[in-house]
């Protein structure tokens, strides 16, 4: 997950492999809830793990649910029946329109047949998201409800303490033309109290039909049938109570998938690939954003499927403009915009006023953003229309903390004009997919000269490893220690039994084996750990027996070239920071930024030897100095590629500088870099 102010992606050329879903929100935040007010345990599976869902698990724990975490995606929920162990609390609930809504209903209920009183609140964002509706229709009802702030909109205080009659008998009327949550929030709700039939009657035409039918076929899982007559008028039966059904399976979101469905309409199949894969989420979806598949296919995107599974390769090109009721796939559409970046004439998407109250005004942002790209658009109340660029730009896309904004316009980069776009705040993908840029990348290719790399070289001991992965943290970029590689060859060496000390390193055979085993190093760099062949090794990498091995085999020609290969591959989208002693003279001389890092070997002695004193290990500052002289000579004067600075590397001398100050100075150096755009 990016804890970064922006990620840069670089032109991206094709794209091919399967790609697995989060679960899905709508589904997860409802199952959540109606596990929590149920009778018995529910096991959650595949249950989506992101911000939404977070601030919903806090708040029924809050509320007094007993809930255990089995795993990643995994849930075990202990209803509560209906009861209300706790009277009183304060639940923020960030910008989860999922949780806020269904939680202020419940909550509203529950105070008042059993006496209490709750406050809930957001982020600024959330205040600004109308409820006044559904507070209108629990009014009704005859529940207390107060507005904190602005009449209408959050933060609510629900109940007033004490048990209050409710006004069952006539329809409880709620407008449908703003949100579907609301009647969601009302159906999820109205089982608590149905000791009599309870109807509700929807005002106005309701948007977001597929909503409501997710929540229709939940509340059925739960034991619970409500009748409709049409879509103006529900009815939840007199006695209608929430059974556990045992378990539930979360499918993955169809939202997500809209993606991934625009990535193989929109980019030509990588080599050995024919598309796009998606699994979690198929043709027999209950999600009304499925129904994107159809919209794809109406742009020309070539889709099959099964239940659980679809398949996406590039049809018709350039892609065909569209003119559509969004009103089914309000979420997904916003993918449509951005696909109609690469279709042939005016695309109009029409129906969409439910944008103007969602994390942002969408139509607003989606407007401003693609007018960046070099879009003609024109947006009205409820539609946009989008004319594709004639002449691309790079862009800086603003994410206004939408996650739907961020993940649509990833999908820019593969612009034809090869023009790379800065997504600002990636965090945000947080709200519902917070591996998002990792799955793409994942299954993306670009040309290797776009995909940028920096490099920082220097002697040993220079702090060039911690510098590297401080750096690629704050740019969200991969790391490369190559100086670890040399010392997991070392490793790696020693626990199959091949010497290397000096003297058997003359030996020709000896040398062999280690390039051999160099070639299959299976290695990885996760989150400032290293991995050899699934196992932590991060601190055997790290003893100075282990870096006296890598000293001496980085000299080695069979090594060398073994590993010349595997350290150009880490070279992966979006970025690289690579450490070492030749990254910008030999593995990347066409780096975008080099930076040689050094200090004085007294130094260098220095704060090895305070780090080694940390850890419990005895040393002595003057061994110490010795070593790393007789290091940097044998380093500097070896054959092959011996430790200089690149000719165009930008000096940086660390010896009275913190870690923060080489970083900022190295990040100021990378951005003077950046094209005129990206400033």
Known sequence: MYAIPFLDIPPLRSAGGTVTLPGSKSISN????????????????????????????????????????????????????????????????????????????????????????????????????????????????????????????????????????????????????VSSQFLTALLLALPLVAQQDVTIEV????????????????????????????????????????????????????????YFIALGAIAPASPGHDGITIQGVGLASMQGDIRFVDAARA??????????????????????????????????????????????????????????????????????????????????????????????????????????????????????????????????????????????FGVCQAAPADIPVICIDGPTASGKGTLATAVAERLGYHVLDSGVLYRLVGLAAERQGIPTDAASLTQPAVAERLGQLAATLPVRFDAGRVWLDGEDVSDAVRTESAGMAASRVSALPPVRQALLDLQRRFRALPGLVADGRDMGTVIFPDAALKVFLTASAEQRANRRHKQLISKGIPARIEDLLADLKARDARDMSRQDAPLKPAEDALPLDNSAQSIEESVQQVLAWWQARRPDWAH
């Open 299 to 440: 742009m020309g995107a070539d889709i099959t499927g099964s239940a659980n599974q679809l398949h996406i390769r590039r049809g018709h090109w350039p892609l065909k403009a569209i003119d559509l009721d969004c009103n089914h796939i309000p979420d997904a559409a916003m993918t449509l915009a951005v696909m109609a970046l690469y279709a042939q004439g005016t695309t109009t998407l029409r129906n969409i006023a439910s944008w103007r109250v969602k994390e942002t005004d969408r139509i607003a942002a989606m407007a401003c953003e693609l007018r960046k790209l070099g879009a003609t658009v024109e947006e009205a109340h409820d539609a946009i229309r989008i004319t594709p660029p004639t002449h691309w730009h790079a862009a800086r896309i603003h994410t206004y903390d939408d996650h739907r904004v961020a993940m649509c316009f990833s999908l820019a980069a593969f612009n034809p004009a090869g023009q790379p776009v800065r997504i600002e705040d990636p965090k945000c993908v947080a709200k519902t997919f917070p591996d998002y840029f990792e799955t793409l």
């Open 30 to 177: 409802r199952v959540l809830l109606l596990a929590a007010l149920s009778d018995g345990e529910t096991t959650l599976h595949d249950l989506l793990d992101s911000d939404d869902t977070r601030v919903m698990l806090t708040a029924l724990q809050t509320l007094g649910c007993q809930v255990t975490r089995l795993g990643p995606q995994q849930v075990k929920v202990q209803g509560l029946g209906g009861r209300l162990p706790v009277r009183q609390a304060q639940l923020f609930l960030g910008n989860a329109g999922t949780a806020m809504r269904p939680l202020t209903a419940a909550l509203a209920l529950l105070a008042s047949t059993h006496g209490g009183v709750f406050e809930l609140s957001g982020i600024p964002r959330m205040h600004e998201r109308p409820i006044g509706d559904l507070v209108d229709a629990l009014r009704q009802l005859g529940c207390p409800i107060a507005c904190l702030g602005r009449e209408g909109y959050p933060p609510l205080r629900v109940g007033h303490g004490a048990p209050v009659p409710l006004q069952l008998q006539a329809p409880i009327r709620v407008r449908g033309d």
């Open 203 to 258: 005002v106005g035409e309701l948007i977001s039909k597929p909503y409501i039918e997710i929540t229709l076929a939940l509340l059925a899982r739960f034991g619970v049938a409500v009748i409709r007559d049409g879509w103006q008028r529900f009815t939840i039966p007199a006695g209608s109570r929430y059974r556990s059904p045992g378990g539930v399976h979360v499918e993955g979101d169809a939202s997500s998938a809209s």
